[in-house]
């Protein structure tokens, strides 16, 4: 075997970063949602510059509704103003048939060289990757996958001689958030979100109107919104909130309620499962000893009531520097993210959800007790099959057509005047009923 000097390889060290430094540096503006996982990311920003002299990072970070309607609108016109953009599942397919962003497997064939080294596309969890292809085309990466699940403080059920079952129902979960409500004293029952968007409030309200037997469209996509399932599903979650919940629903998302439970302030929270990395580190919960988890609850019908969901990172067709574009990406998704991440802050805190060997790994299942049980639920949704009746869509929590995000909003809208008390639950989804039907007719599927 041929020796090298240290000399050599000095030398060699030289002339590769001055080849660097020659390099005119590209900026990439990254737009993405200010959740916990995204800021971490975004914390990181100088490990990767140092990784990758040759480029910087400008963030928009915004909250998840400004989010959407901001790159949607910018994707559309063809504004040009990001290189990368966070995106959800749902529209990930919508955005690829409409040519708004690059195939991800082209681009990688097209630049291997800024593929971050051993990425191993076959990693990613079968059901995430199926959700962002089309025709076995692949147009994001994910950077977090999730089901929903239910989180419970284990010492307030201990102290008030409660036991959460293996499978709560959602009847169950009423008699125990009122049990331990208890609002002079700053703790609520439960907190759940009650903040107006298709992915905030409807997002955990959809899969209450699944397990009550309730669907958005019927197979000629005549909207439902007046069926008895939906008023008796919506009416318990308004309830539920007003009675036993957390004050100023309206103006509480993902971010809010997360705050809530972490502080030790909400006895029970049913939402996504990538919480539970936050919630089990002590830098960030207040309940890491008292934590406790079960599956989301269940109404009448058993199925439907966990969704399947992963934020991810998709390059627009507009930017100017997609194969840079591309070596952030595979960067930020890679298992040497996952890694950096698990060492630098904690195994239990890693972004969840998105590769089989994150499953593997012995660091990350002795710090997250939950994560077998994250990942069965993920495998275990079905958005082909959420709810009692047939329906012509696919989703569990959302109704996977271009027009959703339009009309989930508009619904969730007419849902929080119910929950503000400014309208009956009746009231309330007779205009949302009115609304998307009429919505449904301007985008030409009735005849």
């Not at 200010?34 to 990072?57: G, Q, R």
């Not at 609002?183 to 209450?208: C, F, K």
């Not at 503000?420 to 998307?436: I, K």
């Amino acid at each position: 075997m041929r020796k090298v000097s240290i000399f050599t390889l000095l030398l060699a060290l030289i002339f590769a970063g001055s080849s660097l430094s020659a390099q005119e540096t590209v900026e990439l503006t990254i737009a993405t949602v200010n959740n916990p996982d995204m800021v971490v990311m975004e914390s990181f920003t100088e490990e990767f510059e140092a990784a990758y002299p040759n480029i910087s990072l400008n963030w928009v970070i915004l909250p998840e509704n400004e989010l959407r309607s901001t790159v949607t609108t910018d994707v559309a016109t063809g504004s040009s103003t990001f290189d990368i953009v966070t995106v959800g599942i749902f529209e990930v397919p919508i955005w690829a048939q409409n040519g708004w962003i690059h195939s991800i497997d082209a681009l990688a064939a097209e630049n291997p060289d800024n593929v971050q080294p051993d990425y191993d596309f076959d990693d990613l969890l079968e059901g995430v990757r199926l959700g962002l292809s089309v025709d076995d085309e692949l147009y994001a990466v994910p950077f977090y996958g999730e089901s929903s699940m239910l989180y419970y403080n284990t010492t307030l059920f201990e102290e008030a001689g409660l036991e959460m079952p293996e499978q709560p129902t959602w009847e169950e979960i009423r008699e125990f958030a009122c049990t331990l409500h208890d609002p002079d004293n700053g703790q609520y029952g439960i907190a759940l979100r009650g903040l107006p968007g298709w992915g905030e409030m409807m997002a955990p309200l959809t899969t209450v109107v699944n397990t009550y037997g309730g669907r958005w469209f019927d197979e000629n996509w005549e909207p439902q919104l007046t069926s008895p399932e939906w008023n008796e599903a919506v009416s318990f979650y308004v309830n539920l909130i007003n009675d036993c919940g957390q004050p100023g629903a309206t103006g509480t998302g993902f971010t809010e309620a997360l705050t809530l439970m972490a502080q030790g302030q909400a006895a029970m929270w049913v939402d996504a499962t990538v919480a539970a990395g936050f919630l089990s580190n002590p830098e960030q919960s207040q309940i890491v000893d008292e934590l406790g988890f079960a599956p989301a609850p269940v109404g009448p019908v058993e199925k439907g009531n966990h969704w399947l969901w992963s934020w991810n990172l998709a390059i627009p067709m507009t930017t100017q520097h997609p194969a840079e574009a591309l070596q952030f990406i595979t960067w930020a998704t890679s298992r040497d993210y996952i890694q950096l991440v698990g060492e630098t802050n904690g195994w239990a805190t890693i972004p969840p959800g998105t590769r089989v060997s994150t499953y593997e790994n012995e660091n990350y299942l002795d710090a997250a007790p939950f994560a077998p049980v994250v990942l069965d639920l993920m495998q275990t949704a079905d958005p082909t099959d959420s709810t009692r009746d047939p329906v012509p869509y696919v989703g569990v929590q959302f109704v996977g057509i271009p027009e959703f995000q339009g009309i989930g909003t508009d619904v969730s809208q007419y849902i929080a005047e119910a929950l503000s008390g400014d309208a009956t639950v009746e009231e309330a989804l007779q205009r949302a009923n009115d609304a998307t039907r009429e919505a449904m007719e301007e985008a030409g599927y009735f005849d």
